[in-house]
């Protein structure tokens, strides 16, 4: 076969793509031909909440002693967040969960949150809110190493939510306290109602579950999901 100038070229453009090809890879590049497609900005990320506690100061001296503080255990990604080394025990009137997380940073009000079953297990019918709204919650005791609170309300199972930034919500046409839809890919996914939009400037942007309903659509901390507007 004649070998004619066209067929060196060729051959010489291939030699060249591949051995850049390569580099790229190995310097964790996408090669030349290849460009990162953008992501999804109605796609988002998960985190799964397990039950836990949020306290105030007066509830933290009278717990863990007086002065005490939150000794960093992890570091959430809602900014300035983390779950601490502490743990408390919290108990209703049919019975007790131990070893229960306290995250920080401390608050203006103690507020503890778990799940429907938990609830069954502490006798206590705690309503579906989202934080920070304690009003006619039921009451519950918390016990630590230093001493236990008797709280009158603060319990509560938490509304799946949305944390976004004041100009994601703009970019997806999105309100604070509107509700949207989620949809779920994988073998249990489906789509995932009422799901509440929280917009403030210290975010990230983040759907929050609770253990229950992360386990109905075999969801994980990490996993994507899709937002569907109604």
Do not use: W
Not at 35 to 50: I, K, M
Not at 109 to 122: I, N, P
Not at 130 to 146: K, R, Y
């Amino acid at each position: 076969m004649e070998v004619t100038q066209e067929i060196i070229e060729r051959i010489v453009r291939d030699v060249l793509a591949q051995g850049f090809g390569r580099k790229s890879c190995q310097a964790g590049l996408p090669p030349p031909s290849v460009s990162p497609s953008p992501r999804d900005p109605f796609q988002t990320s998960v985190g799964v909440s397990n039950r836990h506690v949020h306290l105030s100061r007066a509830d933290m001296d009278s717990l863990f002693g007086p002065g005490s503080e939150l000794h960093r255990k992890k570091a959430m990604k809602q900014p300035g967040q983390f779950a601490a080394e502490e743990t408390v025990t919290i108990r209703g009137p049919k019975g007790e969960l131990r070893k229960v997380r306290v995250l920080g940073p401390l608050r203006r009000d103690t507020q503890v949150e778990v799940s429907v079953a938990d609830g069954y297990t502490l006798g206590i019918a705690p309503p579906l809110r989202m934080s920070g709204q304690l009003d006619g919650s039921p009451g519950i005791e918390i016990v630590g190493p230093h001493g236990s609170v008797q709280r009158g309300y603060g319990t509560i199972v938490a509304l799946r939510h949305i944390h976004m930034l004041p100009e994601t919500a703009a970019q997806l046409g999105l309100r604070n306290g509107e509700a949207v839809d989620v949809e779920i890919g994988g073998a249990r996914g489906g789509v995932m109602g009422g799901v509440v939009v929280r917009v403030a400037d210290a975010s990230a942007y983040e759907m929050h579950v609770d253990v229950e309903e992360a386990n109905a659509f075999g969801l994980k901390n990490d996993d994507l999901v899709r937002i569907r507007k109604r």
